[in-house]
Protein backbone atom coordinates (compact mmCIF):
# COMPACT_ATOMS: atom_id res chain seq x y z
CA UNK A 1 0.00 0.00 0.00
CA UNK A 2 3.02 1.99 0.53
CA UNK A 3 4.26 1.65 -2.75
CA UNK A 4 1.15 2.86 -4.32
CA UNK A 5 0.56 5.49 -2.15
CA UNK A 6 4.40 6.80 -2.93
CA UNK A 7 3.63 6.63 -6.96
CA UNK A 8 0.17 8.45 -6.50
CA UNK A 9 2.22 11.24 -4.91
CA UNK A 10 4.92 11.03 -7.55
CA UNK A 11 2.10 11.24 -10.41
CA UNK A 12 -0.11 13.88 -8.65
CA UNK A 13 3.23 15.96 -7.84
CA UNK A 14 4.16 16.15 -11.69
CA UNK A 15 0.60 17.12 -12.45
CA UNK A 16 0.70 19.84 -10.29
CA UNK A 17 3.37 21.01 -12.00
CA UNK A 18 1.99 20.77 -15.35
CA UNK A 19 -0.87 22.53 -13.90
CA UNK A 20 0.68 25.34 -12.40
CA UNK A 21 3.46 26.02 -15.61
CA UNK A 22 0.42 26.35 -17.97
CA UNK A 23 -1.14 28.99 -15.54
CA UNK A 24 -0.71 32.58 -16.63
CA UNK A 25 0.83 34.90 -13.50
CA UNK A 26 -0.61 37.88 -15.53
CA UNK A 27 -4.12 36.58 -15.27
CA UNK A 28 -4.71 35.19 -18.89
CA UNK A 29 -4.35 31.96 -18.67
CA UNK A 30 -4.25 29.49 -21.16
CA UNK A 31 -6.62 31.30 -23.08
CA UNK A 32 -4.65 33.85 -23.78
CA UNK A 33 -1.52 32.15 -24.35
CA UNK A 34 -3.20 30.43 -27.52
CA UNK A 35 -4.66 33.68 -29.07
CA UNK A 36 -6.66 35.59 -26.78
CA UNK A 37 -9.99 36.49 -28.75
CA UNK A 38 -9.83 32.62 -31.13
CA UNK A 39 -9.97 30.91 -27.75
CA UNK A 40 -13.21 32.83 -26.76
CA UNK A 41 -14.56 31.51 -30.29
CA UNK A 42 -14.22 27.90 -29.48
CA UNK A 43 -15.60 28.27 -26.27
CA UNK A 44 -12.52 28.80 -23.37
CA UNK A 45 -13.60 31.42 -21.76
CA UNK A 46 -13.33 30.14 -18.66
CA UNK A 47 -9.90 28.42 -18.44
CA UNK A 48 -8.37 29.88 -15.98
CA UNK A 49 -11.12 28.99 -13.13
CA UNK A 50 -10.41 25.60 -14.18
CA UNK A 51 -6.89 25.32 -13.97
CA UNK A 52 -7.06 26.67 -10.66
CA UNK A 53 -10.00 24.25 -9.71
CA UNK A 54 -7.58 21.80 -11.37
CA UNK A 55 -4.51 23.18 -8.95
CA UNK A 56 -6.78 23.65 -5.79
CA UNK A 57 -7.73 19.41 -5.86
CA UNK A 58 -4.41 18.07 -7.26
CA UNK A 59 -3.02 20.06 -3.54
CA UNK A 60 -5.35 18.06 -1.25
CA UNK A 61 -5.14 15.40 -3.30
CA UNK A 62 -1.06 15.61 -2.89
CA UNK A 63 -2.09 16.62 0.82
CA UNK A 64 -4.13 13.74 1.95
CA UNK A 65 -2.15 10.71 0.14
CA UNK A 66 0.94 12.36 1.61
CA UNK A 67 -0.48 11.93 5.03
CA UNK A 68 -1.91 8.46 4.28
CA UNK A 69 1.08 7.62 3.70
CA UNK A 70 2.58 7.96 7.21
CA UNK A 71 0.08 5.51 7.89
CA UNK A 72 1.96 2.39 6.54
CA UNK A 73 5.29 3.29 7.01
CA UNK A 74 7.06 0.60 8.41
CA UNK A 75 9.11 2.03 11.22
CA UNK A 76 10.82 -0.83 12.56
CA UNK A 77 13.11 -1.58 9.73
CA UNK A 78 15.95 -3.00 11.43
CA UNK A 79 14.74 -6.58 11.77
CA UNK A 80 14.70 -6.93 15.34
CA UNK A 81 12.17 -5.69 18.01
CA UNK A 82 13.57 -3.00 19.89
CA UNK A 83 13.99 -3.39 23.88
CA UNK A 84 11.97 -1.75 26.17
CA UNK A 85 13.90 -0.14 29.11
CA UNK A 86 12.80 -2.73 31.66
CA UNK A 87 14.63 -5.75 29.87
CA UNK A 88 17.78 -4.37 29.50
CA UNK A 89 20.50 -6.47 30.47
CA UNK A 90 24.28 -5.86 31.39
CA UNK A 91 25.95 -8.68 29.19
CA UNK A 92 29.15 -7.23 30.22
CA UNK A 93 32.45 -6.22 27.91
CA UNK A 94 34.58 -8.23 25.69
CA UNK A 95 37.84 -7.29 27.20
CA UNK A 96 40.17 -5.46 25.11
CA UNK A 97 42.95 -6.29 23.45
CA UNK A 98 45.67 -4.44 23.25
CA UNK A 99 48.34 -4.69 20.25
CA UNK A 100 51.89 -2.94 20.70
CA UNK A 101 52.76 0.08 19.27
CA UNK A 102 54.99 -0.59 16.13
CA UNK A 103 54.38 0.73 13.06
CA UNK A 104 54.57 -1.53 10.39
CA UNK A 105 57.59 -1.87 8.11
CA UNK A 106 58.38 -1.68 4.23
CA UNK A 107 59.51 -3.78 2.41
CA UNK A 108 63.16 -3.70 2.00
CA UNK A 109 63.81 -1.91 5.42
Same mark, same amino acid.
Given at each position: ?? &???? @???? &????? /?? !? ?9 ? %? ?5 ? %?? !?? #? /??? @????? $??? +? ?6 ? /? ?8 ? !???? #????? %?? !?? *? +???? @?? $?????? /????? #?????? *???
Amino acid at each position: MY &ILLT @VLII &IVSIL /IM !AVVLVQNPKGG %GLGAGFG %GA !AS #N /IMG @VQKTG $DIL +EKATWYLV /IALLVFSLSS !AIFI #NRNQG %GE !AL *P +EIGN @VT $DQGTAP /IQQTP #NTLPTL *PGE
